[in-house]
């Protein structure tokens, strides 16, 4: 198939398309910088830009859908432009362009409406409530993808949770960096049981969404490792990982919370050069549990998590030492 992928110039996004492009689909990618992916073509732009999207999708037989705006803080309006007003453009163009098949890549953060998720499923995305801008406009754009599935376009949502590996420049390299400078805190001593997902799994897991897309039309799934741990004990992990001490402090959730809501409102005055050190979303994912059922993702997918969070942890500390690493991703 001619398959496109957005957002190809991420860790995710570029997985993806490897894993694609290995499967023997021709690929083409969607992004505003290059992919640098051997094999595929690139289309430079943004999904807000029409023409772009049009000239991406024309001829093509399926999306994954991976771009979107991921911050904690952020002008909202640059959210709702990216990850709604861009999905409704990426739609538009696929139904004319007569693609088959769309996967949009969504986030767990649409059903999280402050309380601990526990053993739950794919819970409907909820925008009212849904916590900050990002999570909001993600469960819209969850909902503008899954009301166009119809029977010549296939529609499935996915929902990697928390990706994390190698060469990641957003989670590991925050949490690193934060441990090195002694400022990374646990909230109610890391308690919280969370999932989280190996980049390979993440990447494997949307391609056989692709694949199964005709099957499992209209559905919508969490993908995750499936090895839901404290906070404080993947915190350790990744601190031993790339050789920075362990988080050595903890904070009441409610005295973060205040904080966070502190943070945000100085934030929209006067933004910062990084990611605010903290939110009201960031401190209830860090203070709430959410780990995930993941029998029907298991079962209708026919996939399975290739790398434990074991492997994953030393694959992440020979990558920090400077070794090679394995993977089911090649570059």
Same mark, same amino acid.
């Given at each position: 198939?001619?398959?496109?992928?957005?957002?190809?110039?991420?860790?995710?996004?570029?997985?993806?398309?490897?894993?694609?492009?290995?499967?023997?689909?021709?690929?083409?990618?969607?992004?505003?910088?290059?992919?640098? /992916?051997?094999?595929?073509?690139? #289309?430079?732009?943004?999904?807000?830009?029409? $023409? #772009?999207?049009?000239?991406?999708?024309?001829?093509?037989?399926? #999306?994954?859908?991976?771009?979107?705006?991921?911050?904690?803080?952020?002008? !909202?309006?640059?959210?709702? !432009?990216?990850?709604?007003?861009?999905?409704?453009?990426?739609?538009?163009?696929?139904?004319?362009?007569?693609?088959?098949?769309?996967?949009?890549?969504?986030?767990?953060?649409?059903?999280?409406?402050? %309380?601990?998720?526990?053993?739950?499923?794919?819970?409907?995305? $909820?925008?009212?409530?849904? !916590?900050?801008?990002?999570?909001?406009?993600?469960?819209?754009?969850?909902?503008?993808?899954?009301?166009?599935?119809?029977?010549?376009?296939?529609?499935?949502?996915?929902?990697?949770?928390?990706?994390?590996?190698?060469?990641?420049?957003?989670?590991?390299?925050?949490?690193?960096?934060?441990?090195? &400078?002694?400022?990374?805190?646990?909230?109610?001593?890391?308690?919280?049981?969370?999932?989280?997902?190996?980049?390979?799994?993440?990447? %494997?897991? /949307?391609?056989?969404?692709?694949?199964?897309?005709?099957?499992?039309?209209?559905? &919508?799934?969490?993908?995750?490792?499936?090895?839901?741990?404290?906070?404080?004990?993947?915190?350790?992990?990744?601190?031993? @990982?790339?050789?920075?001490?362990?988080?050595?402090?903890? /904070?009441? @959730?409610?005295?973060?919370?205040? @904080?966070?809501?502190?943070?945000?409102?100085?934030?929209?005055?006067?933004?910062?050069?990084?990611?605010?050190?903290?939110?009201?979303?960031?401190?209830?994912?860090?203070?709430? %549990?959410?780990?995930?059922?993941?029998? $029907?993702?298991?079962?209708?997918?026919?996939?399975?998590?290739?790398?434990?969070?074991?492997?994953?942890? !030393?694959?992440?500390?020979?990558?920090?030492?400077?070794?090679?690493?394995?993977?089911? #991703?090649?570059?």
């Amino acid at each position: 198939m001619i398959v496109v992928v957005t957002g190809a110039s991420g860790l995710l996004g570029r997985a993806v398309a490897v894993l694609l492009r290995d499967a023997g689909h021709e690929v083409r990618t969607l992004q505003r910088s290059p992919s640098t /992916i051997d094999g595929v073509h690139d #289309v430079r732009g943004s999904v807000t830009e029409r $023409d #772009v999207v049009e000239a991406a999708v024309a001829g093509a037989d399926g #999306v994954v859908h991976l771009a979107a705006k991921v911050s904690l803080a952020g002008d !909202r309006d640059d959210f709702w !432009r990216v990850n709604v007003g861009g999905t409704r453009t990426l739609l538009d163009a696929a139904e004319r362009a007569g693609v088959r098949r769309v996967v949009q890549v969504s986030s767990p953060s649409v059903a999280h409406t402050g %309380s601990s998720l526990a053993g739950v499923g794919a819970e409907p995305a $909820d925008p009212d409530h849904a !916590r900050g801008d990002y999570a909001r406009t993600k469960a819209e754009g969850e909902l503008l993808a899954l009301a166009r599935n119809s029977g010549s376009l296939s529609v499935v949502a996915v929902r990697p949770h928390l990706v994390w590996g190698p060469g990641d420049t957003q989670l590991i390299a925050r949490i690193v960096d934060r441990a090195r &400078r002694g400022t990374l805190p646990l909230l109610n001593d890391g308690t919280a049981l969370i999932d989280t997902t190996y980049i390979d799994n993440a990447a %494997s897991g /949307i391609v056989a969404a692709f694949e199964s897309a005709e099957q499992v039309a209209g559905r &919508r799934y969490v993908i995750t490792n499936g090895e839901p741990r404290p906070v404080a004990e993947l915190m350790a992990g990744i601190c031993a @990982a790339a050789g920075v001490p362990a988080p050595r402090f903890s /904070i009441p @959730a409610g005295l973060a919370t205040v @904080a966070g809501s502190a943070i945000e409102h100085l934030w929209s005055i006067r933004p910062g050069r990084d990611e605010p050190p903290m939110t009201r979303f960031l401190a209830e994912q860090l203070s709430t %549990s959410h780990w995930f059922d993941q029998r $029907d993702t298991r079962r209708e997918l026919r996939w399975t998590p290739s790398v434990s969070i074991d492997e994953g942890l !030393r694959y992440l500390a020979a990558h920090e030492s400077g070794h090679s690493v394995p993977t089911a #991703v090649p570059s």
